[in-house]
């Protein structure tokens, strides 16, 4: 083999590790958006259960047997919370969500946590907080975890009505 032969060859030789390196770069990054999607479906569906798990209960402690017909009824905002010895399970309405917070590790892909937020707002700015009674809460539910490269946060005006 002549020297432009050998030339020849080590120039196909770099353009072939060349090329297998672009692919195998472009392998990663398309395994890691498959995985940040999945953690991110994974997350919005602990999410959206929590949300759908706290808006189907009542609106507040007072409204589990009975119509509140005054806003003096209410939870005042500093006791929103659950009632002692309630669990996940035994929450009766929205408030006992109120700094909610859990470790979820049931997954084997990642592990995630989700806490819960409820509040009393205004509904001309509804994720304010307001330090008064009203008939609208805004509920938040938030999902993070170190295998996921954002959190993921649900939020919802619930408002109490009644018919008569």
């Not at 498959?34 to 798990?53: Q, V, Y």
């Not at 084997?108 to 509040?119: D, G, L, N, T």
């Not at 304010?128 to 005006?157: G, L, Q, W």
Request: a negative charge.
């Amino acid at each position: 083999m002549n020297t432009g032969q050998s030339m020849l060859t080590l120039g196909a030789i770099m353009l072939l590790s060349f090329l297998t390196l672009r692919i195998n770069s472009n392998l990663l990054i398309a395994q890691t958006s498959l995985h940040n999607a999945k953690f991110g479906l994974l997350a919005t569906s602990l999410a959206a259960s929590m949300m759908e798990r706290g808006s189907r209960l009542a609106f507040d402690e007072a409204s589990v047997d009975d119509a509140i017909t005054t806003l003096t009824q209410l939870t005042p905002p500093n006791s929103l919370g659950p009632e002692s010895g309630e669990t996940l399970n035994t929450f009766d309405d929205l408030d006992d969500f109120n700094n909610y917070d859990v470790t979820d590790s049931s997954m084997p892909s990642a592990i995630f946590r989700v806490r819960c937020k409820v509040f009393y707002i205004n509904p001309s700015a509804p994720s304010t907080p307001v330090n008064s009674k009203t008939y609208h809460k805004n509920f938040t539910v938030s999902v993070t975890s170190a295998s996921m490269e954002d959190s993921i946060s649900f939020s919802s005006v619930l408002s109490y009505w009644t018919f008569r």
